[in-house]
């Protein structure tokens, strides 16, 4: 076993080797299936995420993101990164269909329970999408379900049964019947009458001995001595016995002693014990069978209501996004109708002020930003040594400006703070106006752009 020492360096060596490949040139995309490549599957959707900040119409991007996300278990992401591909770029309507083809294979290739729970789903998108895929699929499923039958009864159950659904001519297949009814029945009462109807649909099958030994295994555990007896022979009598013959020589054996020492009655009574056992454990199975579906059906109800959510959520987000880009549009277009030239038709003063002086007076709106924040300077030809200049916030036709003027004679500062509204359609805006040091100004004015 190597030292910890020796580990460390193996250690620094991988990660300086993954350092050099990453490190290099090309694009995000490119670095990202080379992540991948590597197994790295978080690593490369984390590159990808930031990559479509910066490139939200990178069509390549979201179509490997969504494959990804499919490898690792997350088919509604995936589905969502496939659609902004085909709304970019309809020729990814193709590679989406093979990539859930793609994505189900690797998860079945995997042969947990769950893994090819996930991958049936994606073989089922691409199936309808494209029926072409049909025979791969059956293929598929049938060669895995095959390969698990006795490893795995459960998954091959599942697998073969999904193949049947793609082929149902697969029943007349002999190894995918024996697999399916069979090897990997559920319940030793099914798989019995899977071997009496494997007897009439393959009567000169290959697996015509095993069938008739477990036909006769099945009466001898059932007590039933001259029907097991019966099939026993005709196993030995099937070409390709091999090797089972010791097995049946040792039953055979077994009957003649069990005869020899019980009476017909014993025989009887221990055979109807045995058929009840039989029945109980059929109904048990029938019980659990029972709440095995019921379980589906609310996972079922759960998956939909997810979905339903997420959808829901998605079309709240989508609104959102919608209305704040109809707020920022409308900002933009009352941003630009304020910049320049406002007159004042009703001039923010007092009786004590002198109200011919503010004959031509105008604001002038020099700059407006995205954000709403603007600058400019009020103009007054009446008096032209005040220095004047003012700064708000427009928030959609509202806003808020503070104008500072200053005296040239006294170096007096004057605040004042305008509010009100802007009609753009209109070219007016209007509101009220306050100011410090003894000014008191008149509450409504009203300016016109010209």
């Known amino acids: 076993m ?16 993954l350092l050099m490949v990453f490190s290099c040139g090309g694009s995000p995309t490119q670095k990202a299936r080379e992540f991948v490549d590597a197994g790295m599957y978080s690593e490369a959707a984390s590159l990808l995420r930031e990559h479509i900040e910066e490139e939200p119409k990178d069509a390549d991007a979201h179509f490997l993101l969504g494959s990804i996300l499919l490898l690792v278990g997350e088919g509604s992401e995936a589905d969502e990164s496939f659609q902004r591909a085909i709304r970019l770029d309809e020729g ?27 991958g049936l789903e994606y073989l089922r998108v691409a199936t309808t999408e494209d029926k072409t895929f049909l025979k791969q699929a059956s293929k598929l499923c049938r060669d895995q379900g095959v390969q698990l039958s006795e490893s795995d009864p ?57 069938v008739y030994y477990q036909l006769g295994d099945y009466q001898y555990n059932l007590a039933d001595y001259k029907q097991a007896r019966h099939y026993f022979a005709l196993a030995g009598e099937t070409a390709g016995v091999g090797e089972l013959s010791g097995q049946l020589q040792s039953r055979l054996r077994d009957i003649d002693e069990i005869e020899a020492n019980r009476t017909q009655a014993e025989i009887d009574r221990i055979r109807t014990v045995k058929l009840a056992e039989i029945e109980t454990d059929r109904e048990i199975a029938r019980i659990e069978a029972e709440k095995a579906v019921q379980l589906k059906q609310i996972e079922v ?69 995205p954000d709403g924040s603007f600058a400019g300077s009020q103009i007054c030809p009446a008096w032209p040594d005040w220095t004047t200049s003012f700064h708000g916030t427009l928030r959609g036709t509202t806003f808020e400006l503070f104008l500072t003027l200053k005296d040239p004679a006294s170096g007096v500062y004057v605040q004042q703070t305008f509010t009100g509204t802007i009609a753009h359609a209109s070219k007016s805006m209007s509101g009220g106006a306050t100011g410090d040091s003894g000014w008191v100004l008149r509450q409504g004015w009203s300016a016109r752009k010209r």
Do not use: H
Request: with cysteine.
């Open 2 to 17: 190597p030292n910890k020492s020796v580990l460390i360096v193996l250690s620094f060596l991988t990660a300086f080797m």
């Open 92 to 118: 990814y309507k193709e590679k989406v269909v093979r990539a859930y083809y793609d994505g189900g294979s690797s998860l079945i290739g995997q042969s947990t329970f769950s893994s090819v729970g996930r």
């Open 154 to 210: 459960r998954t091959s159950r599942v697998l073969l049964r999904e193949a049947l659904g793609y082929n149902p001519d697969l029943r007349g297949d002999e190894e995918f019947f024996y697999c399916l009814y069979i090897t990997a029945a559920d319940g030793q009462m099914s798989r019995n009458q899977a071997c009496e109807e494997f007897v009439g649909r393959f009567p000169t099958g290959d697996r015509l001995a095993d």
């Open 301 to 369: 109800q759960r998956a939909q209501e997810e979905q339903r959510l997420a959808t829901q959520q998605a079309e709240l987000q989508k609104q959102q996004e919608l209305s704040e880009q109809r707020q920022k549009l409308a900002q933009a277009e009352v941003a630009q109708a304020l910049l320049g030239r406002w007159y004042f038709d009703k001039p923010p003063c007092n009786d004590r002020m002198n109200v011919p002086k503010f004959s031509g007076a105008y604001f002038e709106f020099e700059k407006v930003a």
